[in-house]
């Protein structure tokens, strides 16, 4: 499982990127409505900057921002042993932030992360060898920040989300478009949307219904390739 715990599952920056791409585009396809959606991603957030993340509706969420050194990536578990809830008023866990690279200070300040909500943070560069995050000395329990269960989905198999998605959009929403394994692999391997591939996903939609989730997300298609 990955987590802060062992990071040795989560992607690389440039596998990351790709992946939380194919993440929000699977998304936008089944749900047209933005704020039911889970994942998003912004190719256009700042300049060299990009922006992925994940939001469930009932306060957990991770942010990954993309920049020219690598990735910084925060993420809250509202439910956490390490939520900074736990104290009143509410204060982050020790050390959270301790030796955030200079590389990475910016994300601190920055308001969309809503830093003060915070159960763990990682980052890693361009050419790092893998993810790192503080020493901390972290409470007794199996996923203490939550970052376990908010990471999972970051595995890059295409499975984990097929799994995930036919629970929320097939049984919470009751949805029945078709979704397939080979549709969401797909996906996974960014092949350029076609108006074939969106049908195999949700056959509500044409490829000209994506135009502006395609230009925010930066996901290749067959009008225009990445």
Not at 9 to 34: E, F, H, T
Request: hydrophobic share 35%.
């Amino acid at each position: 499982m990955i987590s802060t715990r062992d990071l040795t599952g989560l992607p690389d920056v440039s596998s990351l990127r790709r992946l939380l791409q194919s993440l929000a585009m699977l998304d936008a396809i089944l749900s047209p409505d933005w704020q039911y959606r889970y994942y998003s991603f912004n190719c256009h957030w700042a300049f060299g900057e990009e922006w992925g993340s994940m939001r469930n509706g009932s306060g957990d969420e991770f942010y990954a921002l993309f920049n020219q050194h690598g990735c910084f990536l925060k993420g809250f578990a509202h439910e956490a042993l390490m939520t900074p809830c736990r104290d009143n008023p509410p204060k982050l866990w020790p050390g959270l932030f301790s030796n955030v690279p200079p590389e990475f200070s910016e994300c601190l300040n920055e308001p969309a992360f809503d830093i003060a909500s915070t159960t763990f943070c990682i980052w890693r560069y361009h050419d790092g060898r893998e993810w790192q995050l503080d020493d901390l000395k972290f409470p007794a329990g199996s996923d203490p920040d939550g970052s376990g269960d908010l990471l999972s989905i970051l595995d890059g198999t295409p499975e984990t989300y097929y799994v995930w998605a036919e629970e929320y959009y097939q049984e919470a929403w009751n949805d029945t478009s078709g979704l397939t394994r080979d549709a969401v692999a797909a996906v996974y391997r960014h092949q350029p949307l076609s108006n074939e591939l969106v049908s195999a996903i949700n056959s509500n939609l044409r490829l000209e219904d994506l135009a502006d989730d395609l230009r925010d997300i930066g996901y290749p298609n067959q009008k225009k390739p990445a």
